[in-house]
């Protein structure tokens, strides 16, 4: 065991034990019992005291215990150990029994500190009610249980050098010891660091907390946190006059959490970050948005205005769900900054995920590999910070390496209740904040009625985060003083809380008088400062009721503005590229470098790949990487993300190569296109759907000129992210004017595979279409263009590669954005019928909305008119006879649908009955969509009939036989009775 600066060298394990001092090398036996029990204390946990004395004594002899001086002394002369402790030839008086003491009271002491810093929290002063304080002192932090006695308490002891509490003092009295691990680890803050693994970070904790005094700040910047105080609670104070009826969801109980915030934000700007991404709940949403983001109160009173009509673009969404994007001067730095609040739905902590993509895609598009510029805060309730399942989702994806954001500052607003909840039967954990250990983040939990430790937690967190890059928790207690909104009694559930509360002084009054009792500020000083932000309020919300607008603006609630994009751009329909450009993609995607050592069977994909390049024509994944690579070339990011997407659920994609020799040795053949293309990105997502889609939706909202493309294992399983889908991507553009062009690849496809992987639930997304089926729409010659414009969403299920490559192109080359869901196939990867050829991608062509049956020449003898999407088509088609008088039409987008390519078949066809045809239930799928589309495309003049599985509750049948027996049924009724 080798100590530092060549003091000792213990050899623990065994039975010689070897002592260097700079006059004598000694190898000494210790084989005999005598010997050994001459020195117990030369074990693997004394060892490191030994350690610590020697190191000590070499600096300074007088420093530690005359027994030790005389110790090191001997064996320095030449002595060995045993003999040097047990007949130490010196003027040692003491007795083997007193060292032993000191050793065992030594270990006693540094056995105490630890036993504060992993359980002091426990007994912490954290909650302004009292409600929640303990006096029972656990066993472990019991000075008697812990090996003392009365009588050491006015005994001096020597400091351990890992701890910070005696400051420029190297010895303390077990009394002042007692204190000070007290005043650190149990006054009003509490501290979770020790499941920390990392040693370097466990010591930097102990620095920022341990130091005497280092919780203390300047006068000046004391004056200013009452100021924020003060804004923060006159804020809430001023709309409860003006707005009694109102919901508001105040933040009255912890109006400490503005300064918090701006502390955080003022410390993160002097280590360089510019960019804040915020998310937060509705609770205190509006006195965030105006004193930290710094809306102008105008903005914020007119959301309030009943006569004030609804803005001509979207529904809108209430005025504590909006977001908002604010570029600024920092008043504290001097730097500029930009605060972009997300904005929310009402499901907590949903818009977790969101945040940390858009901060991501900030860090990516500036380069910012360390994450130094762009940074997440987010806010959670304590309630749903323990109970909803996307906190631990979210939090998993900290460190992965194309999802971290370099450090997350996460504040949980701890009211100690959930609506009506108490705590005890909301969480089966001690604290709220027990999630966040699974990444090893500290844990700093604050009495919020002690602004001043709060000032402190939070400058301590901005700082841990700018130095490793890691999440970290600042656990905030307070209360709530309404209900779960100001219309709610909260006596009726928590009758002992609200008493309390009622009583309980405003921390903007205590605080100020604290500050006035130490002349930091005066009485005229505090009044000038309520009177001076009533007089803004006043101002604000005159301007607000007596201005001219007329209407609310959604477009001043952009959190995530796209500036220029939507200036001078055109649409032009046609998405083919030239066929070099398709050979030069096609070849590299084909091919890997000479040394590296694929797969064998990758070595017969690739083949095949090459073989078709030489033919003129592409599968699925090669229409796909025509597309991604097109695109790349451009100058368009491309990122697709989800579970196993580098190879590809069914193992067709195959986008990362893996050496089979050379461990982490990887080929990715479309970054290798061009020294001039854009990034790709290619990454495997945990084993998450809600988080890992939000995520990408975050991503996709900060850069408009980026493909964002989130792929689900099996279609079924994107209803984990349902929460995603229907408040943030179906209606997003709606509430918020806030577009997005990601695109969800929903594998579906009924191939016996059972409930679970057939189905992508199609239905879902054509019920979420705002389009109304009754009404045709006017059709014109900008009718395409002004669907997509006019849609929340577009759905597709395309039959041809081509096809596939032309829409998502076209994704990136409209004029605006929206979400595009893609009912990706399975079978259809590798089927040989199902392949474009070179013609079909090439410049001039584009997006089939509809593709129609180009095998029938006499239309007229035509007596049934199949309409059908996706995989059935195929089955379709090689079912049908010769001479089947039947046309099979196939509808690739289905919505917006397309009205004028549908009358454009049925007039085709004058004497043919209408089939819809499809391979899911009568109850699912695109037939309850379609059914009214189509007869309104007929304009009623034809019967719109149904063939596909009967109605069931099931997806799909488990059973093979069975699914069989259904799809010979679908095809016999395609085709009976002609």
Same mark, same amino acid.
């Given at each position: 065991?080798?100590?530092?600066?060549?003091?000792?060298?213990?050899r623990?394990?065994?039975?010689?034990?070897?002592?260097?001092?700079?006059?004598?090398?000694?190898?000494?036996s210790m084989?005999n019992r005598s010997?050994?029990?001459?020195?117990p204390f030369l074990n693997?946990t004394?060892?490191?005291y030994v350690?610590q004395?020697?190191?000590n004594?070499?600096?300074?002899p007088?420093?530690?215990?005359?027994?030790?001086?005389a110790f &090191?002394?001997?064996?320095?002369?030449?002595?060995?150990?045993?003999?040097?402790?047990?007949?130490?030839?010196t003027h040692?008086?003491?007795?083997s029994g007193?060292?032993?003491?000191?050793?065992?009271d030594?270990?006693n002491l540094?056995g105490l500190?630890?036993?504060y810093?992993?359980?002091?929290h426990?007994?912490?002063d954290?909650d302004?009610?009292?409600?929640n304080?303990?006096e029972?002192?656990?066993?472990?932090?019991d000075?008697?249980?812990?090996?003392f006695?009365?009588?050491?308490?006015?005994?001096?002891?020597?400091l351990p050098s890992?701890t910070?509490?005696?400051?420029?003092? !190297?010895?303390?009295?077990?009394?002042e010891?007692?204190?000070?691990l007290r005043?650190?680890y149990?006054?009003?803050?509490g501290?979770?660091?020790?499941?920390?693994?990392?040693?370097?970070?466990?010591n930097?904790i102990?620095?920022r907390f341990e130091e005497?005094?280092?919780t203390e700040?300047?006068?000046?910047?004391?004056?200013?946190?009452?100021?924020?105080l003060?804004r923060?609670?006159?804020f809430e104070e001023f709309l409860?006059?003006k707005?009694?009826?109102?919901?508001?969801?105040?933040?009255?109980?912890?109006?400490?959490?503005i300064?918090?915030?701006k502390?955080i934000?003022?410390?993160?700007?002097d !280590?360089?970050?510019k960019?804040f991404?915020?998310?937060?709940p509705h609770?205190?949403r509006l006195n965030?948005?105006a004193n930290v983001?710094?809306i102008?109160?105008e903005?914020?009173f007119?959301?309030?205005?009943?006569?004030l009509e609804p803005?001509?673009?979207?529904?809108?969404?209430v005025?504590?769900?909006?977001?908002?994007?604010?570029e600024r001067?920092n008043?504290?730095?001097g730097k500029?900054?930009?605060?972009s609040i997300?904005?929310?739905?009402?499901?907590?902590e949903a818009v977790?995920?969101v945040?940390?993509?858009?901060?991501?895609?900030?860090q990516?598009?500036?380069?910012?590999k360390e994450? !130094?510029e762009?940074?997440?805060?987010?806010l959670h309730?304590d309630?749903?910070?323990?109970?909803q399942?996307v906190v631990?989702?979210?939090?998993?994806?900290?460190?992965?390496?194309?999802?971290?954001?370099h450090?997350t @500052?996460?504040?949980?607003?701890?009211?100690?209740?959930?609506?009506?909840?108490?705590p005890?039967v909301?969480r089966?954990?001690?604290y709220?904040?027990?999630?966040?250990?699974?990444?090893?983040a500290?844990?700093?939990?604050?009495?919020?009625d002690?602004?001043?430790?709060?000032?402190?937690v939070c400058k301590v967190?901005?700082n841990?985060?700018a130095?490793y890059g890691?999440?970290?928790v600042i656990?905030l207690v307070c209360?709530?003083?309404?209900?779960h909104n100001e219309?709610?009694?909260?006596m009726?559930?928590?009758?002992k809380?609200?008493q309390k509360?009622?009583?309980?002084e405003q @921390?903007m009054?205590?605080?100020?008088?604290?500050?006035k009792?130490?002349?930091?500020?005066?009485?005229?000083?505090?009044a000038?400062?309520?009177?001076k932000?009533?007089e803004?309020?006043?101002e604000?919300?005159q301007n607000a009721?007596?201005g001219?607008?007329?209407?609310?603006?959604?477009?001043? +609630?952009?959190?995530?503005? +796209?500036k220029?994009? &939507?200036?001078?751009?055109?649409?032009a329909?046609s998405?083919g590229?030239?066929e070099?450009k398709l050979k030069h993609?096609?070849?590299?995607f084909?091919?890997c470098?000479?040394?590296f050592?694929?797969h064998t069977?990758?070595?017969?994909?690739?083949k095949?790949?090459q073989e078709m390049m030489n033919n003129?024509e592409a599968?699925?994944a090669?229409g796909?990487a &025509?597309?991604?690579?097109?695109?790349?070339?451009?100058?368009?990011?491309?990122?697709?993300s989800g579970q196993d997407?580098e190879?590809?659920?069914?193992s067709?994609?195959?986008?990362?190569?893996h050496?089979?020799k050379?461990?982490?040795?990887?080929?990715r053949?479309?970054?290798a296109?061009?020294?001039?293309?854009?990034q790709?990105?290619?990454?495997?997502?945990?084993l998450s759907?809600f988080?890992a889609l939000g995520?990408d939706?975050?991503?996709s909202a900060?850069?408009p000129n980026?493909?964002?493309?989130w792929?689900?294992?099996?279609?079924?399983?994107?209803?984990?992210a349902?929460?995603?889908i229907?408040?943030?991507?179906?209606?997003?553009?709606?509430?918020w004017?806030?577009?997005s062009?990601?695109?969800l690849?929903?594998?579906?496809?009924?191939?016996?595979?059972?409930?679970e992987?057939?189905?992508?639930r199609?239905?879902?997304f054509l019920?979420l279409?705002k389009d109304?089926?009754?009404?045709?729409?006017?059709?014109?010659?900008n009718?395409e263009?002004?669907?997509?414009?006019?849609c929340?969403?577009?759905?597709?299920?395309?039959s041809t590669?081509?096809?596939?490559f032309h829409?998502l192109?076209r994704?990136?080359?409209?004029?605006?954005?929206?979400p595009?869901i893609?009912m990706?196939p399975?079978k259809?990867?590798r089927l040989?019928e199902? !392949?474009?050829?070179f013609?079909?991608?090439?410049?001039?062509?584009?997006?089939?909305r509809l593709i129609?049956?180009?095998?029938?020449t006499?239309?007229?003898?035509?007596k049934?008119l199949i309409?059908?999407?996706?995989?059935i088509?195929?089955?379709l088609?090689k079912h049908?006879?010769?001479?089947?008088?039947?046309a @099979?039409?196939?509808?690739?987008?289905?919505?917006?649908?397309?009205y004028?390519l549908?009358?454009k078949?049925?007039?085709?066809?004058p004497?043919?009955?209408?089939y819809?045809v499809?391979e899911e239930?009568?109850n699912?799928g695109?037939w309850?969509y379609?059914?009214?589309?189509?007869?309104?495309a007929?304009?009623?003049?034809?019967?719109?009939?149904y063939?596909?599985r009967?109605p069931?509750?099931?997806?799909?049948?488990g059973?093979?036989?069975?699914?069989?027996?259904e799809?010979?049924?679908?095809?016999?009724d395609?085709?009976?009775?002609?």
């Open positions: 065991f080798m100590l530092s600066k060549l003091p000792f060298m213990y623990l394990s065994g039975v010689c034990r070897r002592i260097t001092s700079s006059h004598s090398s000694t190898w000494i084989r010997s050994v029990t001459a020195e693997g004394s060892s490191v350690e004395m020697y190191d004594w070499k600096h300074d007088n420093s530690v215990h005359k027994s030790w001086d &090191f002394r001997n064996v320095d002369s030449g002595m060995s150990p045993g003999t040097a402790f047990e007949r130490p030839r040692i008086t003491q007795t007193t060292c032993e003491k000191a050793i065992q030594h270990l540094r500190i630890r036993a810093r992993i359980t002091g426990n007994i912490a954290l302004p009610l009292g409600i304080t303990t029972t002192i656990p066993v472990d932090l000075v008697k249980k812990a090996g006695t009365d009588s050491d308490m006015s005994r001096s002891f020597l890992h910070h509490i005696g400051g420029d003092r !190297k010895t303390l009295s077990l009394s010891i007692e204190i000070r005043e650190v149990c006054h009003h803050i501290l979770e660091y020790m499941h920390i693994g990392d040693r370097s970070k466990r930097w102990r620095e005497p005094g280092v700040i300047k006068t000046e910047e004391k004056r200013m946190l009452l100021a924020r003060v923060a609670t006159r409860a006059s707005l009694t009826s109102e919901k508001r969801f105040g933040l009255e109980g912890c109006e400490v959490l300064p918090a915030l502390t934000i003022d410390e993160s700007s !280590k360089g970050v960019n991404n915020i998310g937060m609770r205190g965030v948005l983001a710094r102008p109160l903005q914020i007119c959301q309030f205005n009943s006569h803005d001509d673009e979207g529904s809108g969404d005025k504590y769900h909006l977001g908002a994007c604010i001067v008043r504290t730095t500029d900054i930009k605060i997300v904005a929310n739905p009402s499901h907590l977790d995920p945040v940390q993509g858009k901060t991501r895609a900030e990516f598009y500036s380069d910012d994450g !130094k762009s940074m997440s805060i987010l309730g309630a749903a910070f323990a109970g399942g631990y989702e979210t939090f998993h994806l900290s460190d992965l390496p194309d999802y971290t954001t450090g @500052i996460h504040v949980v607003v701890n009211n100690q209740i959930g609506f009506t909840t108490d005890r909301a089966s954990s001690p709220p904040t027990d999630v966040a250990k699974v990444v090893s500290p844990i700093f939990h604050v009495n919020a002690d602004p001043e430790a709060v000032v402190h967190a901005a841990w985060r130095t890691k999440d970290v656990d209360y709530r003083k309404n209900g219309g709610d009694n909260p009726f559930t928590q009758p809380m609200y509360i009622a009583k309980h @921390i009054k205590k605080y100020a008088d604290v500050l009792s130490d002349n930091v500020v005066s009485e005229e000083d505090y000038g400062e309520l009177s932000y009533e803004i309020c006043k604000a919300y009721i007596t001219t607008d007329t209407k609310l603006n959604l477009h001043d +609630w952009l959190d995530s503005p +796209w220029g994009f &939507f200036k001078e751009k055109t649409y329909p998405s590229i030239s070099d993609i096609g070849n590299i084909s091919s470098p000479d040394d050592n694929i069977g990758l070595k017969r994909v690739l095949g790949r003129r599968d699925w090669m796909e &025509f597309a991604f690579g097109s695109l790349l070339l451009e100058g368009i990011h491309v990122r697709l997407v190879r590809g659920t069914f067709h994609r195959h986008h990362v190569l050496d089979q050379a461990d982490r040795k990887q080929y053949p479309l970054t296109l061009s020294t001039n293309q854009a790709y990105t290619v990454c495997n997502s945990s759907e988080a995520f939706l975050g991503f900060t850069n980026a493909l964002i493309c792929e689900a294992q099996f279609g079924d399983f994107h209803n984990n349902q929460c995603i229907d408040q943030f991507i179906c209606s997003g553009q709606d509430k004017v806030k577009q062009g990601i695109v690849l929903l594998p579906h496809g009924y191939e016996g595979m059972g409930p992987h057939s189905s992508a199609l239905e879902r019920q279409c109304d089926g009754e009404k045709l729409p006017d059709i014109n010659e009718f263009i002004n669907q997509l414009d006019e929340n969403w577009i759905v597709v299920n395309c590669p081509a096809n596939y829409v192109r994704q990136v080359e409209l004029p605006f954005r929206k595009l893609v990706s399975k259809l990867l040989p199902a !392949k474009s050829t013609d079909e991608m090439i410049k001039d062509t584009y997006f089939k129609p049956d180009q095998t029938v006499e239309t007229g003898s035509v049934r309409f059908c999407s996706g995989k088509y195929y089955e088609n049908r006879k010769t001479d089947n008088p039947v @099979i039409s196939r509808v690739e987008q289905i919505s917006p649908f397309p004028d549908v009358m078949e049925v007039r085709r066809f004497n043919a009955e209408i819809w499809q239930p009568k699912m695109a309850s379609v059914r009214e589309r189509l007869d309104t007929c304009e009623g003049s034809r019967k719109i009939k063939v596909g009967p069931s509750a099931a997806v799909a049948t059973n093979k036989t069975s699914h069989t027996h799809e010979e049924h679908i095809l016999f395609a085709f009976d009775k002609l």
